[in-house]
């Protein structure tokens, strides 16, 4: 059963294949504009099984910037040279995020190692006071146990009290009888 799965799973692959293969080559032939998103809805696959190919995601790579020949020219529109810049625009203001964001990494980085180099770094008594702090935590844990149990005991005192003061409120009427 499992390798029928298997077979079935590898023939719907290669269909597939064929289908994104042959919508390549239409795009070729028309003259489109290739790209990942368009050739997956021309195909009826799902974006991510280009990703996952890597010889067919190349083979898109290349066909979309391979030159048009001249008697199927293209018309690139407006719109698409804005959206492609736009895209540009972002990828790059990302770019830019991530280098700052590794920059004050390594400047962090070069300060804590300049700093611990002179001497002036953490305080050599650092597992002494990091103990102390484990025994505190190890206290006041203690301490909140002992204040659990202690509100415990006051609020059966308190229960105790109120169905004391309920009797003692209440009126004596089998002793009048």
Known sequence: MTSSMIDGKRADSARRRDRVIKALDAALRTGGDITVSGLARAARVDRSFL???????ERVRIAAHTPVEEGRRAAVSRASLQADLANALERNTRLATR??????RLSE?????????????????????QRRIVLLEQELA??????????????????ANRELTRVLNQPHSAKSR
């Open 51 to 57: 990703y996952r190919h890597r010889d067919l995601l």
């Open 99 to 104: 280098v700052r964001q590794l920059e004050n």
């Open 109 to 129: 980085q070069l300060g804590e190692q300049a700093w611990s180099e002179s001497g002036l770094g953490a305080a050599p008594n650092i597992d002494q006071l």
């Open 142 to 159: 203690q301490k909140r146990g002992e204040l659990e149990e202690r509100m415990e005991e006051l609020e059966a005192a308190r229960a």
